[in-house]
Every structure is written in C-alpha cells, then in structure tokens.
C-alpha cells in the first residue's frame, strides 16, 4: 500500500505518511487525548492545592465559599453543559454532512462560551469592589478567618486558569467556524471539530468539579 | 471514512438532560445540610458521574479505541499519586508552618 501512494490520488487534507486517512485521523485523536492528559495534570497541581489547603483549614473554606454567588455559579454550569451539547451536535452535523448545521451549532457554542466570561465577569469584578483580591492584595474585612486570603488566591488561580482555557476555546471555535462556512468539513473530514470538541468537553469537566468545590460548600 | 460513531439526537440530548438535571440536584443537595463527611462525598459522587457521562458520550470513549481511554484513566493514577504523596507530608505536620 505504501508503495503506491504517489500513483493513487488521494484528499489534499490526507498527508502523504499517513496510511490512510483514517489512521490519520486516529493519530489526532490519540495525540489531542495525550495533550488532555498533560491538561489534567496542569489542573491537578492546583486541584493539589486546593485540597491540602482544605485539609488544613475546613472551616476557612465553609464560610469564604459562602461570599460565591451559588445561583450565577450553577447558571454558568447549565451554560456550559449547553455548550458541550452543541459541540456534540456540530460534531453530528459534520459527520451527516450537514455543513450549514455545523456553523449554527458552532455560532451557539461560542455565544455561550462568551455568556460564561460575561457571568465570570460580573463575579469577579463584585468581589473585586469589596476587596476580594488574592494573595497580599486581599483587603476585604467581611470574613473573620485569618487566612481567609488564601481561599480567594486558590479561586482566582483555578476559575482564572479555567477562564483561559474558555477564550482560547472561543478563539479555536471561531477557527472552526470559518471553516466550515467555507464548506470545509463534511464526513470525509472533520478532525478539527472532532479535537476542539475534546478539548472543549475537557473544559467542561474541569468546570464539573470547580463549581461544587467553590460554590457548594456547606 | 466508515467505523466513526455518529450519536443518535437521542443519546446527546439524553445525555445533556441528564447533566441539567444532575445539576439541579447536586445544588438541591447542599440545601439539605448533610452531616459532615456526606455532604462533600455526595457532591464529588454527582461531579464524578457528570464528568463520566461527558467523557464517555460526548467525547465518545464509549465507542472509541480503549487507548485513549487508557490514557485518561493514566493521568488520574498520577494525579492521585500527586495528592497522595503531598498529604503524606501536609497531614502529618505537628503544626501548620505559620507562612502558610
């Protein structure tokens, strides 16, 4: 097979060392899988953080969660499920070559990874108006722990890294979104949508833990 | 191409509903005021299962080839590894270090 390769024409977005343009495809897939892994262990040196912390000052982490807004916390939750779901679907509508699909179900998901930074916003500018700054910045007095300071420097570094990871995730979306409005992606090929989709699910998850650990403690 | 799995409107809104309603509950939860270690146990039991249902039906691993699931399964073995070793050090401390 490998032999023949120049004799046979094949796809321009089939790259010559591949077999095929489902090996290809499998390699993206396992590669983008092996960046979530190193993703997860980026996060995990904070999730680390956040539990030696927690071990140390339960009480600290009760009553400072307390000044989380839990309705805007459980409303940016909903808005991101939502947003997985239509990645999905952008996924479906690719691989049923349904290509103006795609670009619909692309356009909501990136209005709703912008509501998620406009509700994140919002949060974080409130807190900023009372003094909830992290670290030796911190100058907020509505909360008696000493240490009380170090539960928002942890918020700030999680739902900040995570709030990255949502524009990069807006920025790749709007990629894929010119993309396919140039008709690029049908069911022959679709591994940008298929990795970004990962990618965005991965931000999903991330979000799946940081809103019960934030904001439901009780 | 052929071998793709192209999910069904039903399993991704299935799976959608049930992540909404998964929500609804774990916050529904908290209001309950459970007794101390159940409250933080039950809210990772819901997190942990939302996060199953994201990685096995919308990232597909339910269909895909099982390395990939082998990898994420591997970056959890070494996140535990990670915590676990740090708390054999934080837990055991006589006293908190007073910068900390």
Request: charged residues 10%.
């Amino acid at each position: 097979m490998a032999n023949d390769s120049t004799a046979t024409s094949h796809p321009k977005y089939h790259l010559h060392h591949f077999v095929d343009a489902e090996q290809q495809f499998d390699s993206a897939k396992m590669g983008m899988w092996v960046f979530l892994v190193t993703e997860i262990l980026f996060f995990g040196g904070l999730f680390a953080a956040y539990i030696v912390y927690r071990a140390w000052y339960p009480d600290l982490f009760t009553e400072a969660s307390t000044e989380l807004n839990t309705l805007l916390g459980t409303i940016n939750t909903i808005v991101l499920i939502g947003s997985s779901l239509t990645v999905a679907m952008a996924i479906r509508a690719a691989q049923l070559n349904k290509t103006k699909q795609i670009a619909i179900n692309l356009g909501i998901t990136i209005l709703l990874a912008c509501a998620f930074m406009v509700i994140k916003y919002f949060e974080w500018t409130h807190k900023f108006h009372l003094g909830i700054f992290p670290g030796e910045f911190y100058t907020y007095e509505g909360i008696a722990h000493p240490k009380a300071s170090v539960f928002f420097s942890i918020y700030y570094l999680m739902t900040g890294l995570h709030g990255i990871h949502v524009i990069i995730g807006i920025g790749l979306m709007t990629w894929l979104l010119i993309k396919a409005l140039k008709g690029e992606f049908g069911s022959q090929y679709y591994t940008p949508v298929e990795i970004t989709g990962l990618y965005w699910h991965l931000v999903d998850i991330i979000w799946i833990f940081l809103f019960p650990l934030f904001y439901l403690i009780e | 191409m052929t071998g793709h799995h192209i999910s069904t409107y039903k399993t991704l809104l299935g799976v959608g509903g049930a992540l909404l309603i998964l929500t609804l509950l774990t916050v529904g939860v908290r209001y309950l005021h459970l007794p101390h270690p159940w409250a933080i146990i039950v809210a990772m039991g819901i997190a942990i299962f939302k996060a199953s249902l994201v990685a096995l039906f919308f990232m597909n691993l339910w269909w895909d080839k099982r390395f990939n699931t082998m990898l994420l399964l591997s970056s959890l073995v070494f996140f535990g590894l990670l915590v676990g070793f740090t708390l054999l050090d934080t837990l055991y401390r006589p006293s908190i270090i007073p910068g900390f």
